[in-house]
């Protein structure tokens, strides 16, 4: 793994996803395995009880700078001032607002939420730490 960081000012193409969330483990950070009201973290071994699972964000985008194309992730709560919440309080606000319309995907991200992001991203210019 190449260890030279740096900073990218790009613009986002794309939001290559609508999960923006997810069970994450508070030690390693690695996405948490939710099974009959249980969690697993299959990189470093933490269980427990789902309902006490945190949640963290995750966005994928396509950015381009005067050169190139690249697909990155941005991790962790650098996210929260975009969402205005939390990542744990975000993932309340989907899974009450689906238990309310019936969606039977309890992690689905509402329509109008993937179009927030969709607004509030393409489009603009950020430097990314790369």
Avoid at 108 to 125: D, M, N, Y
């Amino acid at each position: 793994m190449n260890s030279v960081r740096g900073l990218l000012a790009a613009s986002v193409i794309s939001v290559q996803n609508s999960c923006f969330i997810y069970p994450a483990c508070q030690k390693c950070f690695s996405r948490l395995i939710l099974d009959s009201g249980r969690f697993n973290c299959l990189k470093c071994g933490c269980t427990g009880e789902a309902k006490d699972a945190s949640y963290r964000y995750r966005l994928s985008l396509k950015i381009a700078d005067t050169n190139d194309l690249f697909d990155i992730t941005v991790f962790g709560s650098c996210l929260d001032p975009f969402f205005g919440v939390t990542a744990e309080n975000l993932q309340r606000c989907i899974q009450d607002f689906n238990q309310l319309s019936g969606e039977t995907n309890i992690d689905a991200s509402p329509g109008a939420l993937v179009q927030a992001v969709e607004t509030c991203f393409i489009g603009k210019r950020f430097i990314f730490g790369v």
